[in-house]
């Protein structure tokens, strides 16, 4: 009876041990586990925010009453070959504007725009073709150059066109898009009394200079 009393005893201790040792299996897997979530979720939020800029709610931009920038834009040609930008003008206000594009900087008079000037009526629009004329001398064999081109109506939009003439040349027609129209919006950055007229003509370019007057 003793012999059987002490071999139960010893089947619980068994017990008890294994299930201890189970549920210490268990923890540690659910740690790895644990820690495995972490981490994945980690590697999933720098995805995200890999190449990308932080943005502060209370970042103030510029003021509206300067340029619009729309990028730069390269090419990589031969000399001789066409260089195209095209820039579709897009009215969006309710009224008609007269637009005006100019090219400016030191290379201002390789580049050719057609139409300059033109008006569209409320919400029309119409595309400037510009072309960059990559001639060379004939003792010269690669050369660099750069234009600013300036699309003027209601606020003044400006790009930079750079272009290397070398011995390789890669297609070269890029399009860009000029939403054209008086800020109406009011942030919270503005004073209550901001006027927010057209400021275009105030900064219209000269052809062929560096600065705008």
């Not at 619980?12 to 820690?35: A, C």
């Not at 979530?37 to 510029?62: M, V, W, Y």
């Not at 030191?106 to 400037?128: H, Q, W, Y």
Request: net charge negative.
């Amino acid at each position: 009876m003793k012999k059987k009393h002490k071999d139960t005893a010893q089947e619980m201790r068994d017990t008890m041990d294994s299930m201890s040792d189970m549920m210490l299996r268990q923890m540690d897997l659910t740690g790895e586990i644990v820690d495995s979530l972490a981490g994945t979720a980690q590697r999933f939020l720098s995805s995200l925010t890999q190449g990308q800029k932080t943005h502060n709610c209370c970042d103030i931009p510029e003021p509206c009453w300067m340029p619009k920038d729309l990028g730069e834009y390269h090419c990589d040609l031969c000399p001789g070959s066409p260089g195209i930008i095209e820039i579709r003008v897009t009215n969006t206000d309710f009224r008609p504007r007269n637009f005006t594009a100019v090219a400016a900087g030191p290379d201002a008079g390789r580049v050719k725009l057609s139409p300059n000037s033109f008006n569209l009526g409320p919400k029309e629009r119409r595309t400037i073709r510009a072309e960059f004329d990559t001639k060379l001398d004939d003792s010269v064999h690669c050369a660099e150059f750069e234009a600013l081109i300036w699309i003027v109506g209601c606020h003044s939009h400006y790009l930079r066109w750079t272009v290397d003439v070398g011995k390789t040349a890669r297609a070269c027609c890029h399009h860009v898009e000029v939403f054209d129209q008086p800020d109406y919006e009011h942030h919270w950055y503005d004073h209550f009394y901001c006027v927010r007229p057209c400021y275009g003509r105030s900064t219209r370019p000269t052809p062929g200079k560096d600065t705008v007057g």
